[in-house]
């Protein structure tokens, strides 16, 4: 939601801001509902009911896909993992969906939206498909509990990400405002459904208010819970590198997994310096994944300067 009236000042009072927003926000959300209404396509799972799901959101990477497919294999064993594929590549989808095929993991393709393709809307694209998969696959087949995955984030050894739900109703990594708001970020987020108290949830993206995707379930359903309902995982920032400010570029240690956070480097940034700290960044996530025998990692990538193109 659009912040506040209260939080507005004069000046932006006098520019009609407060309307603006609202008529802004409102355009986002109508278009939103009829993309979801046009798509709705349930997709019926039996083997998900009743079970842990993780859904891991996919977004062009095929090589983060297949990593991360079999590290949730061998250290999360006990939980039904599913891909809902939010490519816009054909090509990055039909890899994808040969190494779901392989791993026998569930492969769910996910209609194009309104903001698809479009960087600069990367979150809104994100946030529509997670509420198409809420609506389409958690709600029609009822697991017990759910968790959404950012698809560049690895569990790093043993452990039932599950656990932090056996005393709340939610968990996962907190992202929050100074004035006490709060929500979970849908790559490293966890409910548990038999608790919820509303399953209308919103995973778009409220940026009048200041949150990115999953912001607009503070007014859904974080502001009504209580602390003993949230479970905050453990939350690490890393720096990629000794010269190298996090502001630019970063990793993240959630619980016992490693965020590679892509898309924590801004896409304004110079287009090779980006890639360079992209590849930075993939370097790192190789360094620690590669302890796992058994499963195949590609060399690690060499870097030019800062300001030579790397592509991954």
Known sequence: MPRALSKYTVREWFRLRPLVDRKNHARYQVRERISLARNARPVLLPAIRDRKALITISFNDVEVIDWQTKLVAINVPGAVHLIADNSTDPTARAAIRDICASAGVTYVPLPSNPWAGR?????????????????????????????????????????????????????????TAPDGRWYLWPGFAFFHLGKLTTDRLNFGKDWLDGFDTGGLNWGRLYRYLNDVDLCAASHERLPIADDITIDDALSERIDNWLHESCYSTTVHMDPARRQHLLALKRNGTLETLQKFDGIAFPPRLSLGSDTDPVEF
């Open 119 to 175: 960087k600069v809307d990367g979150s809104k694209s994100h946030g529509f498909a997670l509420n198409w998969a809420w609506a389409n696959i958690v709600l029609a087949n009822r697991p017990s509990m759910v968790g959404f995955l950012d698809h560049d984030i690895f569990p790093t050894e043993k452990a039932d990400p599950f656990r932090l739900l056996e005393r709340a109703i939610v968990a996962g990594a907190v992202r």
